[in-house]
């Protein structure tokens, strides 16, 4: 059974960049996509972008140009950095993946982490 | 960008009896390789969302056959034949078919 465990701050001031993990366990991260996407009570489910493990992104545009994706594979591991936060990016952050061009959904999905933007 | 439209907002149902879900897309989400680019999402309460349906009409691996999605171009159905307790929730469609990828903004399924 594949797991995903996002981690890292939940609280984040505003102007400075989220930085979150995702951990994967129980198979190798190679030869998927991975995505994050995010949830508040405002906009519902937002999906922020997604990553290939051999390069390539797909990103929303309402986002793109905060938005920094990367996998380590030596760690089987995925990143998503978002910068410039408002209060706006406060929502529960969920990792989740793909298998690509072979599209089955988004099949597996992490157990998300709150993340708020404050002061 | 596409937008995923589904009603009803809330559902109460009955235990036994079925119920259906419809999600409507602002453009056709049909690919040319066949496949209708839409899945269905069910998020039960504090728990992350779990895939039921892909490509319109594909069971994920697990998922009660009692679970079934149908439609093509911009309408979509997710029919539940004999709806259960552990049914609850709120259920989600999503089109992965162009960027950027996006929801619906729920049904929430609830016992009568």
């Known amino acids: ?119 | 960008d596409i937008v995923m439209t589904q009603s009803p907002v809330s559902l109460p149902v009955t235990p036994g009896e079925p119920a259906s879900i419809s999600c409507r897309s602002s453009q056709s989400l049909l690919h040319n390789n066949g496949y209708n680019y839409v899945d269905w999402y069910l998020q039960k309460p504090g728990q992350s969302p779990q895939l039921l349906i892909y490509l319109g009409s594909y069971r994920a691996s697990g998922v009660s056959d009692r679970f079934s999605g149908s439609g093509s171009g911009t309408d979509f159905t997710l029919e539940i034949s004999r709806v259960e307790a552990e049914d609850v929730g709120v259920y989600y469609c999503m089109q992965p078919l162009q960027v950027p990828w996006a929801f619906g903004q729920g049904t929430k399924v609830e016992i009568k």
């Open chain 1, 1 to 119: 059974q594949v797991q995903l465990q996002e981690s890292g701050p939940r609280l984040v001031k505003p102007s400075e960049t989220l930085s979150l993990i995702c951990s994967v366990s129980s198979d190798s991260i190679s030869r998927y996509y991975w995505n994050w996407i995010r949830q508040s009570a405002e906009k519902g489910l937002e999906w922020i972008g997604r990553r290939y493990t051999y390069g390539g992104n797909n990103y929303n545009p309402s986002l793109e140009s905060r938005v920094t994706m990367s996998v380590d594979t030596s760690k089987n591991q995925f990143s998503l950095k978002l910068t410039s936060v408002t209060a706006a990016d406060t929502a529960v952050y969920y990792c989740a993946r793909d298998r690509g061009g072979q599209y089955e959904g988004l099949d597996y999905w992490g157990q998300g982490i709150l993340v708020t933007v404050s002061s």
